[in-house]
């Protein structure tokens, strides 16, 4: 039984940093891409970083380029998404997914491609 817990999530001020934690179980866990989302009361999901098969080829769509950093412990079969330099409209909550890879094992930005997902954390950043 495929589960994901997303963990991490808070109370920040701006300018701030935090890392999400994204645990998975019930797969093979280098096997697969893994996704974060976010989602704003109001506001669409939105992709902001995935990481393919045995963490290869990070994404970061160009709104979070240079801020948001996704890597992955195989050993602990767990994601996590650190965040830099918090802003106010940071604020949602995040969701981690996992499906397999695309044929050459990246991940896919696109979050209807992911099968399987977590139950999300709250981030909340103070101005």
């Known amino acids: 039984d495929v589960q994901l817990q997303a963990s991490g999530g808070g109370l920040v001020q701006a300018g701030g940093s935090l890392t999400l934690s994204c645990a998975a179980s019930?797969?093979?866990?280098?096997?697969?891409?893994i996704g974060w989302f976010r989602q704003a009361p109001g506001n669409e999901r939105e992709g902001v970083s995935c990481?393919?098969?045995?963490?290869?080829?990070?994404y970061y769509p160009e709104s979070v380029k240079g801020r948001f950093t996704i890597f992955s412990d195989n050993a602990k079969n767990t994601t996590y998404l650190q965040i830099n330099s918090l802003k106010p409209e940071d604020t949602a909550t995040y969701y981690c997914?996992?499906?397999?890879?695309?044929?050459?094992?990246?991940?896919?930005?696109?979050?209807?491609?992911?099968?399987?997902w977590g139950q999300g954390t709250l981030v909340t950043v103070s101005s």
């Open positions: 997914a996992a499906t397999p890879p695309t044929p050459i094992g990246n991940c896919w930005s696109q979050a209807f491609m992911y099968q399987h």
């Open positions: 019930g797969f093979t866990f280098e096997d697969y891409a």
């Open positions: 990481i393919g098969r045995s963490g290869q080829n990070p």
